[in-house]
């Protein structure tokens, strides 16, 4: 198996998890790829979202990345404050940085470069899904240090586990969040008094277009105090009524930032869902778990 770190960006790195593509004796086989975003409100990347997720996806037969992106602190260094000139879609940008990376390594890497999924949690999902819906946008495609070819940006899938993908609703009353609010505010819209307009180019919903959005599948829990449930079901209803793939399972209890919840009879299972789902979506299914 090979391990590596590879910069991205300035901050950005890249955590790669690639298996030995020997399945027999001579044998060798393409796999499938997840990359995941990690959550923690833009400000942090929440560990029990990055590695324990790679390793238990990397055992249902993928090759796994863990994108650290830029965030707005420094978990290790507190003294250096807060990245007042980080901006949404940054992160997203570096997300397709990431994705190019992976498609030009592909073939040294046995990676079937037309599965290539992405998952992403809390903020995370965010920034996973501004690329699965906005792969092609020519706001974010200008910004990029390469010229994408073909569909080389649009990922096979994405997996958001509860997700923000919008703003919270007014009528949500979310106190777990509330201390980080003028944080997260900073890097969605560079102020705390954001405009009508400003708010609406976040929701990921408005995003959803029939010829470009990718198959989604959604977990989220009633109970989530930090992002509301309701824009889970906002967007997976916007997927519906746009003939987009999606799976979107509302558990009846869980709260926010669980990772794999490994100590949740009920809630453990959804890494197995995903895998189902992303493996329905292969064009060869037949990947050694």
């Known amino acids: 198996m090979i391990t590596k770190t590879i910069p991205i960006s300035k901050e950005a790195v890249l955590d790669l998890y690639i298996q030995d593509p020997a399945v027999s004796f001579q044998t060798y086989t393409k796999r499938p790829a997840l990359i995941i975003c990690p959550g923690g409100a833009y400000l942090i990347h929440a560990t029990k979202e990055g590695e324990p997720v790679a390793l238990n996806f990397l055992a249902r037969g993928f090759h796994t990345f863990v994108l650290k992106y830029t965030v707005a602190t420094d978990r290790l260094h507190p003294e250096k404050g807060v990245n007042v000139k ?5 992160p997203s940008i570096e997300l397709m940085e990431a994705i190019h990376l992976i498609c030009e390594h592909a073939d040294e890497w046995f990676i079937d470069s037309d599965a290539i999924f992405l998952a992403g949690f809390s903020a995370g999902a965010h920034v996973a899904g501004t690329v699965g819906y906005r792969w092609n946008d020519p706001e974010l495609v200008s910004q990029l240090s390469f010229t994408p070819q073909g569909n080389e940006l649009k990922p096979a899938g994405l997996v958001l586990g509860y997700p923000m993908v919008a703003d919270n609703p007014g009528n949500f009353s979310c106190s777990a969040a ?26 990921l919903k408005n995003y959803v277009q029939p010829q470009s959005a990718v198959p989604t599948f959604i977990w989220h829990s009633v109970d989530d105090s930090v992002v509301s449930p309701d824009l889970s079901l906002e967007l997976a209803q916007t997927l519906m009524h746009n003939q987009i793939n999606c799976e979107y399972h509302l558990f009846s209890h869980g709260g926010h930032g669980l ?6 009879p009920a809630l453990r299972v959804w890494p197995y869902l995903a895998e189902i789902w992303m493996k329905s979506l292969e064009k060869n299914n037949e990947y050694d778990s």
């Open 86 to 90: 980080l901006r949404y879609p940054a």
């Open 178 to 203: 509330s201390s980080n609010i003028e944080l997260v505010n900073q890097v969605l819209y560079g102020t705390q008094n954001p405009s009508l307009e400003q708010i609406e180019s976040v929701k």
């Open 259 to 264: 990772g794999l919840a490994n100590e949740d």
